[in-house]
């Protein structure tokens, strides 16, 4: 996301009354609403992909089949829930429940923790590119010019001409762009695909050096801001 990008939501309702209380809220937050009338049409909606958050009008098993299809796909990157429930109690699936009628001052502080969840998940899923080329060092002490093609909270995407398999581990040294010094990165390869790509996690960042990491990522990783205090 870019500073004038919105995160957005799929509110799946009937009813006028929560699409007016939660619109609101949600505007005050500059998330962008997308509204369905039906769970069938919430499925559709959901199959493009996208949706940062979703928004649910409990009314029992549609909703519940909803949120199972959500969970279900190991594919696709999971979207914070917020449930809506005449009973206010625990559901499946919802990572937040807000009991009916929602009203302006019931409903504000939910959101924002929702918000803030969103911020967390996007800053640790989001990937910047920056093609820099270094050289690493395997555990059995072989050296390799590689690319680090991307970066982000969680892993850094390499390009190689060299063989790695799943489980190898690597360490190099990084100058990100304008950051005061290079970091150290441990990293261990998750996933290669064709023409050299290779997908690794962290395994090891020093703690001065993760705090450089972190608020590189930070300074790239913006919103669009709320209005109010999330």
Do not use: N
């Amino acid at each position: 996301m870019t500073s004038d990008m919105a995160f957005e939501c799929l509110l799946v309702s009937r009813d006028a009354g929560v699409f007016t209380t939660i619109g609101r809220i949600l505007r005050d937050l500059s998330i962008s609403i997308d509204v369905c009338l039906s769970y069938s049409k919430a499925q559709e909606r959901l199959e493009q992909g996208g949706c940062d958050l979703i928004v649910v009008d409990w009314d029992g098993e549609e909703a519940s089949d909803l949120l199972l299809k959500i969970w279900e796909d190991p594919k696709r990157r999971k979207p914070t829930v917020v449930a809506l429930s005449p009973s206010g109690e625990r559901l499946p699936g919802a990572h937040i429940v807000i009991k009916k009628p929602v009203t302006l001052e019931s409903g504000t502080q939910p959101f924002k923790d929702a918000y803030s969840r969103m911020l967390l998940d996007h800053r640790r899923y989001a990937r910047h590119a920056i093609m820099l080329p270094v050289t690493a060092t395997l555990e059995d002490g072989r050296s390799m010019r590689v690319i680090v093609t991307d970066i982000g909270d969680g892993g850094v995407g390499i390009s190689t001409k060299q063989d790695l398999a799943d489980g190898d581990e690597l360490s190099f040294r990084l100058q990100l762009p304008s950051a005061e010094k290079e970091i150290l990165i441990h990293a261990r390869v998750l996933w290669t695909r064709d023409y050299g790509r290779i997908g690794c996690d962290f395994v090891r960042i020093p703690p001065v050096d993760l705090t450089i990491l972190r608020d590189w990522l930070k300074s790239r990783s913006t919103v669009k801001k709320p209005l109010t205090t999330a």
